[in-house]
């Protein structure tokens, strides 16, 4: 085989015994160390090895070997160490020290390329970590009080000593406190700058502390699920109402609805395994005109208006809870209402297999089945209006599901009665929202929202005379509540019979 670099000589055979011997281990060593003494001072200074490491001229074991070539690596890794300091420093004012990640010992025996100023220049820094010393200066002081130092009495009072430990008590601040390099020098405060500091500090802690909270608070409410809603969950497992959480089906302006599974030792058996879970929000920043909904329903008169934020929101799930109750008491597909704890409602899950219902916006149907969707819904809205005394406020292809050819109406928390001050206005959007909704689809026959409106209530809505007389004939009496369907309209004829026909017959 040839070289360009030279000539390359050939190798003489030798035998496997005699290579592993240390005898010719050592004079192929030796032969190294020739070679290495026939070439100059500079090629050879890197192979040199300290006097140290020899005994009697030769290495002794590995181990000093591994030590030589350890010393040399840590000697080499500082002075890159010390090239890099010198080149991030530069010309700047403020300076780093790389010499706490120094690998070789710092002593007069450690062979190093620093100049002899500058090395005997870092030892000579007392106050370079002076805690310690400041310390035990104050536990120096006799339970008296004071002592006698070079004729001049020093008490734990002492302003040079006092500023020392404020300087140190200061160095213990948080971490987001910048103290700076107060220890790097002989750095004292005052009493009065320290207790400032102090001070400043506290409050620093604190309004980032809020700060937090706050952005934590946000973060959670954007799902509805904080730290009160989890144990409130946590609480329905432990009672064996629910037997496990699982995920999210649909995240709403007011509401997060949640897919779960009811405990099997729940003595409801009519409902199925498989229940809704709809956390309502317990902030009212993504919709703050709930009150609008509540003020004027009779049912809440009384609890409404001191409430804070959480009070509320606790109050709007109660009257979905009752919205819906009436709406199934009417015969109208819904969810059935399984429990209520707070502000977590339990319905039963509308849709098979963990795969929800899709609701009317989404749903694929046939022009068919479009037209029977349109019947349903105004059937829906004609028998809420007639029977449950309610009016959805909110009704559009959003808020209904389409299931097994039924539509089923759902989010019912805004739902007002026909006595609310803008009931009818309600109404007529929501006549407006099917309406445009079943023209965009092609359903024939579609009427406009004036014509769907004057068949549910009877009148125009411009006509604000005869829905006023309307809503005044339709308000209800106080020993009516909650009875929907029930003829408001007193007569003292009418009640005497009635009073006569449930009265028990004499024997």
């Known amino acids: 085989m040839s070289s360009p670099w030279g000539k390359i000589a050939k190798p003489e055979a030798a035998n496997l015994t005699d290579i592993m011997s240390e005898e010719v281990a050592k004079e192929m060593q030796e032969k190294e160390f020739e070679k290495v003494a ?3 001072a500079l090629a050879r200074e890197e192979y040199t090895v300290p006097a140290e490491f020899l005994i009697d001229g030769d290495l002794e074991t590995d181990a000093e070997i591994a030590k030589m070539l350890q010393q040399q690596f840590d000697k080499e890794y500082d002075e890159m160490l010390k090239r890099t300091e010198n080149k991030v420093n530069g010309t700047n004012k ?33 106050e370079w970590d002076r805690f310690d010393s400041v310390n035990k200066d104050f536990t120096a002081i006799p339970p ?25 008590k200061m160095m213990s601040f948080p971490p987001e406190f910048e103290t700076g390099d107060g220890a790097g020098f002989d750095f004292k405060l005052s009493n009065k700058v320290f207790n400032s500091l102090r001070a400043h500090s506290k409050q620093e802690q604190q ?7 706050k952005k934590e608070d946000h973060a959670t409410a954007e799902f509805g699920m ?25 995240i709403g302006k007011e509401a997060l609805v ?16 498989e229940c809704v879970i709809k956390v309502f929000k317990t902030t009212l920043s993504e919709f703050k005109q709930r009150d609008k909904y509540i003020k004027d329903d009779y049912r809440f008169k009384d609890r409404i208006g001191k409430q804070n934020a959480r009070k509320t929101v606790h109050l709007w799930a109660e009257k979905e809870m ?30 098979k297999n963990h795969k929800p ?21 105004i059937e829906a809205m004609t028998a809420l209006y007639n029977k449950a005394n309610l009016i959805h406020a909110d009704l559009s292809e959003y808020n209904i599901l389409w299931y097994e050819d039924e539509c089923y109406l759902i989010d019912v928390a805004q739902s007002v009665e026909p006595n609310h001050g803008n009931a009818f206005h309600f109404l007529y959007r929501d006549c407006g929202n099917i309406s445009n909704f079943f023209s965009r689809k092609g359903v024939a026959g579609v009427e406009t929202a004036d014509q769907i409106f004057r068949a549910i209530v009877g009148c125009d809505f411009g006509d604000k005379v005869g829905l006023l007389e309307l809503q005044e004939n339709i308000k209800m009496k106080p020993h009516l509540v909650d009875r929907p369907g029930v003829d408001t309209d007193y007569r003292f004829d009418s009640a005497w019979s009635k009073s006569k026909e449930m009265a028990p017959t004499e024997a």
């Open 226 to 250: 904080d730290e009160f809603t989890r144990l409130q969950l946590y609480k329905m497992i432990n009672n064996q109402v629910l037997e496990r959480v699982n995920g999210i089906i649909s």
């Open 94 to 126: 403020i300076s780093i020290s790389l010499s706490n990640y120094r690998r070789a010992p710092t002593n007069p025996d450690f062979e190093s390329d620093s100049e002899e100023e500058e090395l005997v220049d870092l030892r000579d820094r007392k």
């Open 144 to 168: 008296c009080g004071y002592l006698i130092k070079d004729g001049n009495m020093v008490t734990k009072h002492d302003g040079t000593m006092s500023g020392r430990r404020n300087a140190c």
């Open 38 to 40: 026939s070439k100059p």
């Open 207 to 213: 309004r980032n502390k809020r700060v937090h909270d």
């Open 258 to 273: 949640l897919h779960g599974e009811l405990d099997q030792s729940l003595e409801r058996c009519d409902v199925s395994k």
């Open 322 to 351: 009752h919205n819906l109750n009436r709406v199934r008491a009417a015969g109208i597909p819904c969810p059935e209402v399984v429990a209520l704890k707070k502000h977590l409602l339990l319905m039963t899950f509308i849709g």
């Open 357 to 377: 219902a899709p609701k009317l916006k989404d749903a694929i149907l046939s022009d068919a089945e479009y037209l029977v969707a349109y019947n349903q819904v």
